[in-house]
């Protein structure tokens, strides 16, 4: 597609429950991000893909956040057991190029997560 | 780790004045590139400006402007001729070898 594409757009979830926000990048990007924005605050780094070398988890907040890459395209950003503090929004981004360059670093529109 | 502040919550000013929005940033790695983005209430994270630090040259788009002094680790963002559409929260980023690390951002609010 022309830009980054998150699905959904929208998702109110019962506390306890299970939830995949889905991410796909801008084709022939490898390098892939998720962000978490809580209201009225900055970009919280969650998770970093680079093509086939081992994602940088080190942003996760915690075990119940996980996320998958299927090759250099879709990823799918899952997590577990919600808790209301994971109310938030969740940006993915993508960019051409490994790490160390300053390629231009795409956002999606996000996915807007309430857990009520 | 690398961490980036800006110290300005918020920003005020009027059509057609200029402003600047601060950033500092802290680093040990000699190659990177900063950016401002841009955040509507759209929520659409939009690009407004990079800087490669091996360039002593400040880098211009139209209306934006950073005036970048590498040694005091400064990027402030500089907005001439500021338009009612400017209005939005601005955020500062660092991009060293790895991730995309952003401040906390500024609002700028731009009254008529």
């Known amino acids: 597609g022309a830009g980054v594409s998150q699905s959904p757009s929208n998702k109110v979830t019962e506390k306890g429950k299970d939830v995949e926000l889905r991410c796909d990048p801008i084709s022939g990007h490898t390098a892939l991000y998720w962000y978490r924005q809580r209201l009225g605050q900055g970009l919280e780094f969650l998770i970093y893909?680079?093509?086939?070398?081992?994602?940088?988890k080190s942003g996760l907040p915690s075990d119940r956040f996980s996320a998958e890459r299927t090759g250099e395209s879709v990823s799918t950003l899952t997590i577990q057991r919600t808790q209301q503090e994971d109310s938030a929004v969740y940006l993915c981004?993508?960019?051409?190029?490994?790490?160390?360059?300053?390629?231009?670093?795409?956002f999606g529109e996000g996915s807007w997560l309430t857990v009520v | 780790a690398q961490t980036v502040t800006q110290s300005q919550p918020e920003m005020s000013v009027q059509e057609a004045e200029t402003v600047t929005l601060s950033c500092t940033y802290d680093t040990s790695e000699s190659d990177y590139y900063l950016f401002w983005y841009k955040q509507p209430p759209s929520r659409q994270m939009i690009l407004v400006i990079r800087?490669?630090?091996?360039?002593?040259q400040n880098a211009t788009e139209n209306r934006f402007s950073v005036n970048f002094q590498k040694a005091a680790k400064s990027f402030s963002l500089k907005i001439s001729d500021s338009q009612l559409g400017d209005a939005a929260m601005y955020f500062c980023?660092?991009?060293?070898?790895?991730?995309?690390?952003f401040g906390k951002g500024t609002m700028l609010l731009v009254s008529p």
């Open positions: 893909f680079q093509g086939n070398s081992a994602p940088d």
């Open positions: 981004a993508s960019s051409i190029g490994q790490g160390g360059t300053g390629n231009t670093i795409y």
């Open positions: 800087q490669e630090a091996y360039k002593q």
């Open positions: 980023a660092y991009k060293g070898y790895s991730t995309l690390t």
